[in-house]
C-alpha cells in the first residue's frame, strides 16, 4: 500500500511573491502577494502570519484571495526599520470559529518595513 503514517497536507504551501525576500518596503500599507494553491474548499482560507522582529510581535490575518492588505496600525512608527517575516498557509474554519493549518506550512519571507 501507499499509506503513509502521518497524514499529508491538504494543499501545498503557496509560492510567495511579493515583497522580494530582503526587500525594503515604504513606510505604508501595502499588499502581501502570493500564488494560488488552487480551489479551496468553503471552509478553508489563507491563514498569514506576520512577525515583526523588531518590536517581537504577531500579527495573524486571514483571507480568500491570493493577496492581503496589510493594516495601517503594523507600519512602523517608531523612528526605525522593522524586520518583518511572513508566511501563508490553508487553513480551515472550525465549528467554534478557529483556524487550524490543513495545508503544508509556507516558506517564510523576511523585508525590511520603514518606519513613519
Same mark, same amino acid.
Given at each position: 500500500?501507499?499509506?503513509?503514517?502521518?497524514?499529508?497536507?491538504?494543499?501545498?504551501?503557496? =509560492?510567495?511573491?511579493? /515583497?522580494?525576500?530582503?526587500?525594503? $518596503?515604504? $513606510?505604508?500599507?501595502?499588499?502581501?502577494?502570493? #500564488?494560488?494553491?488552487?480551489?479551496?474548499?468553503?471552509?478553508? =482560507?489563507?491563514? #498569514?502570519?506576520?512577525?515583526? #522582529?523588531? &518590536?517581537?510581535?504577531?500579527?495573524?490575518?486571514?483571507?480568500? %484571495?491570493?493577496? *492581503?492588505?496589510? /493594516?495601517?496600525?503594523?507600519?512602523? %512608527?517608531?523612528?526605525? &526599520?522593522?524586520?518583518?517575516?511572513?508566511? #501563508? =498557509?490553508? =487553513? $480551515?474554519?472550525?465549528?467554534?470559529?478557529? *483556524?487550524?493549518?490543513?495545508? $503544508? /506550512?509556507?516558506?517564510?519571507?523576511?523585508?525590511?518595513?520603514?518606519?513613519?
Amino acid at each position: 500500500g501507499s499509506e503513509t503514517p502521518t497524514p499529508t497536507p491538504t494543499h501545498p504551501s503557496p =509560492a510567495l511573491f511579493f /515583497p522580494a525576500e530582503n526587500g525594503l $518596503a515604504p $513606510a505604508r500599507t501595502f499588499q502581501l502577494q502570493w #500564488v494560488s494553491v488552487g480551489v479551496l474548499q468553503f471552509d478553508e =482560507a489563507y491563514f #498569514v502570519e506576520i512577525q515583526d #522582529v523588531t &518590536a517581537g510581535t504577531t500579527y495573524n490575518g486571514v483571507t480568500s %484571495s491570493t493577496s *492581503y492588505m496589510l /493594516p495601517d496600525s503594523l507600519v512602523p %512608527s517608531d523612528g526605525q &526599520a522593522h524586520t518583518i517575516r511572513w508566511r #501563508v =498557509a490553508v =487553513a $480551515a474554519r472550525t465549528s467554534d470559529g478557529a *483556524y487550524v493549518i490543513v495545508g $503544508a /506550512p509556507g516558506n517564510t519571507r523576511t523585508f525590511t518595513w520603514q518606519s513613519r
